[in-house]
């Protein structure tokens, strides 16, 4: 195993066509409706979207993770874990805990040009406003509902909890939403 101050842990998965990729234990925060996980997922991916999309089992594994609890009252509590499993359904939003810069990505197969649209976001108590991105030719509103891909990038995003006191606005370049968990969207 090689460690690398930036990437975290990696080591060489022999993959199809037998070139060698490498394995990375990328750190991330996994937001439920009752937790928040900090941890490391072990993946081959150098974005988070990119393994949320590509998971192929009903519960995400993170490691070396921390696990923050809110009770009725406001009270966190927290617990140090070796491994934790979150079910990929229950994620309403995830952060990168880690900026990795992925470079210009028009040369890739799947690559279609998006532009972006400021949003405001709501799922229960949580608000988030950002910049999504929408193909040019589409309506902002009917390119958020028509995407396949079960989780939308906000970048520059800030999230908050306008009827919640105990829980701090916080800002992130990227938050990864679940669209199944959004229950309003619209332009701003």
Not at 14 to 20: I, R, T
Not at 60 to 82: C, F, I, N, Q
């Amino acid at each position: 195993m090689l460690k690398s101050q930036k990437s975290g842990l990696m080591k060489r998965v022999k993959a199809k066509g037998g070139k060698p990729r490498m394995e990375r234990a990328l750190r991330a925060e996994v937001h439920t409706e009752e937790y928040t996980v900090l941890g490391a997922i072990r993946t081959r991916h150098e974005r988070l979207k990119d393994v949320l999309e590509n998971w192929f089992h009903p519960f995400l594994p993170l490691e070396e993770a921390v696990v923050l609890h809110r009770d009725p009252s406001g009270k966190a509590t927290r617990e140090e874990v070796r491994s934790v499993m979150v079910r990929l359904e229950e994620i309403v939003i995830a952060l990168p805990y880690e900026d990795i810069p992925t470079g210009d990505r028009s040369h890739h197969p799947k690559f279609v040009p998006k532009y972006p649209v400021l949003a405001l976001i709501q799922m229960g108590q949580m608000e988030i406003e950002g910049k999504i991105f929408i193909r040019q030719e589409e309506e902002a509103e009917f390119g958020i509902i028509s995407s396949p891909e079960p989780f939308i990038a906000v970048t520059e995003a800030k999230v908050s909890y306008p009827h919640d006191e105990h829980i701090p606005p916080f800002t992130s370049q990227v938050v990864l939403v679940n669209r199944d968990r959004i229950q309003l969207i619209r332009r701003i």
